[in-house]
């Protein structure tokens, strides 16, 4: 059994003020893998408070040497990947070959990209009389999501850490033991106390506290749109600059011409990463109505090769839904689909026949599907793929716009100019262009409401960046003060 009795704050393990634990349950034995302290106000103001002391030195300190820092971290993290990928395996069920890749090795280059980042000099911009330079925000507070604990949070961490902001982290309460060791490296190498600090705890509890406390400048959140919503109220009496990265419910766009087995194929492998419990998954896939009933045809068949089972083995390709709550969420959205005039083409709402234990989902797909219908419209964060015949293509345009959501996109053409420019009219923040690959450095963020503000690259970085204008007497002036 795993055991997390602490918080980590000014650079030391503090026993939190409050008793309670949260049991961290294996999604696939179904028994207890460990459990985590879950903090309250009292450990917020105390991580806070550490947070603002450490935060004159570290935004001060020459960039280089908070490179050199980021650097070193990077370089302890990196001697965890092992750890990191199969404690994610254990805890939210991801299969442990893409666990390793993109629960461990990834956020482990985000952390180590933005040391390089940091390394360079300044960027400092004259226009006329005047000299813009950037400063770091402040104090921090990092709230993420359980799908990708580490990427999520170092996609903010290190990009903060980077600019001079120091941080009060709180991670998903459900999956937050790979966390703890991000912690554990600081403690090692002896990173600045206060720079990071780490309670865990509940939404309500923590998270509040932090969104609400005087003393945090900035909140950078990933989550659900719907606590979105509540962390901009509750932002919004000490004006918080905020970073909002929400939900989705974005659409594979198949043209006419499109080269059909490649792009449908792509569009599920798309629809169901981590079991779909992804921001970006390609959960809607729009194709011309003349090729409706071959497309569904060919998703049948990619979604039959999915290999559901034990997350740590490797020929594993789809594991459990991270806990039993969210597969009872998923299991609700198909068995009401079940209800309506859409076509049920392969999968369900039982549990798979040869995998009697774990919380699986069954890759699912619905044919014909109504683009105004709860299965196109919600986020349903699981293996459930909604495919919707279209009439023509500006049609297919208006149904990939019409959610309230715009994070993700794809468009699938023989035509690469053409397929650019459907790409164009999508109202989301990133377009796959004909299987287009992932981009670390891209910037990652949404329209609508899927979010405010960008993560990754040097577009994560300015997020933690305020701007200011030294205004000096004449333009010679400004060029000169260096
Ligand atoms: P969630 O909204 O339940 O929780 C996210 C985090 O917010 C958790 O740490 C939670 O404890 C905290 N929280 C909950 N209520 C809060 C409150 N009132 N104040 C402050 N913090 C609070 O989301 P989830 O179920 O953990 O994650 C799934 C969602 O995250 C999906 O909607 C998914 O699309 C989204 N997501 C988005 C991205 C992206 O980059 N856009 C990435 C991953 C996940």
């Known amino acids: 059994m795993l055991q997390r009795p602490h918080q980590f704050i000014n650079g030391q393990w503090v026993a939190s003020a409050n008793a309670s634990r949260h049991a961290i349950i294996n999604p696939y034995t179904e028994a207890p893998l460990g459990w985590a302290a879950l903090g309250?106000?009292?450990?917020?103001?105390?991580?806070?408070?550490?947070?603002?002391?450490?935060?004159?030195?570290?935004?001060?300190?020459?960039?280089?040497?908070?490179?050199?820092?980021?650097?070193?971290?990077?370089?302890?993290?990196?001697?965890?990947?092992?750890?990191?990928?199969?404690?994610?395996?254990?805890?939210?069920?991801?299969?442990?070959?893409?666990?390793?890749?993109?629960?461990?090795?990834?956020?482990?280059?985000?952390?180590?990209?933005?040391?390089?980042?940091?390394?360079g000099?300044?960027?400092?911009?004259?226009?006329?009389?005047?000299?813009?330079?950037?400063?770091?925000?402040?104090?921090?507070?990092a709230i993420t999501a359980w799908n990708y604990p580490l990427l999520l949070l170092f996609g903010k961490v290190a990009p903060a850490m980077a600019a001079g902001c120091t941080v009060v982290a709180k991670p998903s309460e459900i999956a937050p033991l790979t966390s703890y060791l991000l912690a554990d490296a600081m403690a090692e190498i002896g990173f600045p106390a206060g720079v990071f600090n780490l309670v865990n705890g509940t939404g309500i509890e923590v998270g509040e506290a932090l969104v609400r406390h005087p003393d945090v400048d900035m909140v950078s959140y990933t989550g659900s749109t719907v606590t979105g919503r509540r962390i901009m109220a509750n932002a919004a009496p000490t004006v918080k600059k905020l970073a909002l990265e929400l939900g989705g419910k974005s659409a594979s766009v198949l043209l006419a011409d499109a080269p059909l087995e490649q792009a449908v194929r792509g569009a599920v492998q798309g629809a169901f990463i981590n079991g779909g419990q992804t921001c970006i998954a390609l959960s809607r896939l729009i194709v011309p109505q003349e090729l409706h009933g071959k497309a569904l045809d060919i998703a049948a068949d990619e979604a039959a090769r999915f290999k559901l089972g034990d997350p740590m083995d490797k020929a594993t390709t789809m594991g459990p839904m991270a806990f039993a709550g969210h597969r009872d969420r998923v299991r609700k959205f198909i068995?009401?689909?079940?209800?309506?005039?859409?076509?049920?083409?392969?999968?369900?709402?039982?549990?798979?026949?040869?995998?009697?234990?774990?919380?699986?989902?069954s890759p699912t797909i619905f044919g014909n599907v109504d683009p105004q219908s709860t299965l196109a419209q919600q986020e349903v964060f699981g293996p459930v793929l909604a495919v919707i015949p279209s009439r023509d293509e500006n049609h297919a345009v208006e149904i990939a716009n019409g959610t309230i959501y715009g994070l993700n996109g794809a468009v699938w053409s023989a035509d690469l100019a053409h397929a650019v420019a459907i790409g164009r009219r999508l109202r989301c923040g990133k377009v796959d262009i004909n299987g287009g690959g992932f981009n670390m450095n891209a910037p990652a963020g949404g329209f609508k409401q899927s979010g405010i503000g960008r993560e990754r690259g040097r577009y994560g970085l300015e997020e933690y960046l305020e701007v200011k204008a030294l205004q000096f007497n004449n333009e010679e002036l400004a060029t000169r003060a260096a």
């Open 335 to 361: 068995r009401e689909a079940l209800t309506g005039d859409s076509q049920l083409v392969c999968g369900g709402a039982e549990q798979p026949k040869d995998l009697p234990q774990g919380y699986f989902v």
């Open 121 to 141: 000099p300044e960027e400092v911009e004259r226009i006329g009389n005047s000299r813009v330079v950037r400063e770091p925000v402040g104090v921090v507070a």
């Open 40 to 119: 309250d106000a009292t450990d917020v103001d105390a991580a806070v408070a550490a947070a603002r002391a450490a935060w004159p030195a570290w935004a001060s300190m020459p960039r280089l040497q908070r490179a050199q820092w980021l650097g070193k971290l990077a370089g302890a993290l990196k001697a965890r990947i092992d750890t990191i990928g199969a404690l994610e395996s254990a805890e939210m069920g991801s299969p442990i070959s893409f666990s390793l890749l993109a629960q461990a090795q990834l956020p482990v280059m985000v952390m180590g990209s933005y040391a390089e980042m940091v390394a």
